[in-house]
């Protein structure tokens, strides 16, 4: 196995459990049910049509959902669901849709909305850039609105609500493609639920979409079949050729949630003592390591951090890519660090990068709290 699988540390597409990546890889020469590789199984089969059903189970028994909701695999990643929500539950409406913009992902989805129909922005980050999030006295919403919609876990700049919000009679919306599956969540509360399994649960090409069955029943007539949520439910995600081996994958990954992990109470216990690990290291770094996100906010999932300057941000990049631990770069649009602790990143590879992050701010200090290079930077001025 490739070693390097182990210290990846992507903010997507995310490390994958190595029992997967093995299965996965034995798949692509042969499924041993079929006797064919995964690539050229038809999406008609039976064997497939068994696999979509096994793996709707095992969603709806991770999140005890009821048999009120269907469980979809669509195409187009999180940032259809951007206009297929709307299109679906706003087209034709007067009253506004209710968003947050919390970060770089909720951003992508209002203008979208907009398109559809009015919006209203209950709460916008811009002006703080995105350190925190609302408090429950920052928030107001109405009872008219079509739907909320938030995003769970802002990838980008490491935030992450730790609470369900808006009212029980307004539809909730959330787009959970960072978080989903690694904790448990009051799903029942929630009228529809989207998650791109590029973070957590599986490859790039499939979006895992839940939906309220009540949800289905007044959604507009004039939708084009293929972002018709209720065409969908009745194909069981087969309407057209669908991602067979990113979905074949993806059950895999629920397979391992439910057999090796033992459960997302469990895997959230995990998730936790890695994340805690690294923000204990940032909070007693005398500032050398510098996180984004306010404590109250932190992501347990996308750990986004920087050091004194762009420079030094750089320098260690370079210098983690040569210790062997990849994926460390911030997002494009703020640059950074951020180390993202997916599911399948395991503990001891959280504990190597606590290491090298010691070991770096050693090497890089002069005296208990400057840097050489921030010493350097700071005289020169």
């Known amino acids: 196995m490739n070693p390097n699988n182990l ?9 994958l459990p190595e029992s997967v990546l093995l299965q996965a890889q034995e798949s692509i020469i ?7 590789s995964i690539l050229g199984i038809s999406h008609r089969s ?18 005890g959902l009821s ?12 940032t259809q669901q951007f206009s297929m929500v709307p299109m679906a539950l706003l087209r034709g409406k007067t009253s506004p849709a209710e968003y947050l913009h919390t970060g770089y992902w909720s951003g992508k989805a209002i203008p979208e909305a907009r398109k559809e129909g009015p919006v209203r922005v209950v709460w916008n980050g811009e002006d703080n850039g995105f350190h925190h999030l609302p408090s429950d006295e920052e928030l107001s919403f109405s009872p008219d609105a079509p739907y909320i919609h938030y995003v769970s876990n802002e990838t980008v700049e490491g935030l992450q609500f730790h609470r369900v919000l808006g009212r029980d009679d307004v539809p909730r919306i959330c787009d959970m493609s960072s978080d989903f599956l690694s904790m448990p969540c009051e799903a029942d509360r929630f ?14 090409g499939v979006t895992v979409v839940i939906i309220r069955d009540e949800l289905l029943r007044d959604l507009p007539d004039n939708l084009p079949s293929f972002m018709d949520y209720r065409i969908q439910a009745d194909a069981h995600s087969n309407f057209n050729t669908p991602p067979v081996f990113a979905i074949y994958v993806t059950l895999l990954v629920t397979r391992w949630l439910i057999n090796d992990i033992g459960g997302l109470s469990r895997m959230h216990e995990i998730n936790r003592s890695k994340a805690e690990l690294i923000y204990g290291l940032l909070d007693r770094s005398d500032a050398f390591y510098r996180g984004r996100a306010e404590s109250r ?3 347990m999932m996308n750990v986004a951090f920087n050091l004194a300057t762009p420079e030094m941000d750089s320098q260690f990049l370079k210098e983690a890519v040569a210790a062997g631990l990849f994926g460390l770069s911030g997002h494009r649009t703020i640059g950074g660090i951020r ?16 290491d090298f992050m010691e070991d770096y701010k050693s090497r890089h200090t002069v005296g208990p709290h400057a840097s050489r290079a921030y010493y350097r930077h700071s005289t020169a001025q």
């Open 30 to 36: 042969s499924v041993s049910e079929v006797g064919l």
């Open 67 to 78: 048999k009120e909701y269907h469980v979809l695999f669509l195409q187009g990643g999180g």
């Open 339 to 354: 180390a993202s602790i997916y599911d399948a990143v395991t503990f001891p590879a959280v504990e190597k990068l606590v």
């Open 191 to 204: 009228s529809l639920i989207y998650a791109h399994a590029q973070k957590n649960i599986g490859p790039a």
């Open 46 to 63: 039976d064997w497939f049509a068994a696999v979509i059903a096994e793996l709707e189970t095992n969603i709806c028994n991770l999140l």
């Open 297 to 299: 906010d932190r992501s």
């Open 7 to 15: 210290l990846n540390f992507s903010g997507g597409p995310g490390a």
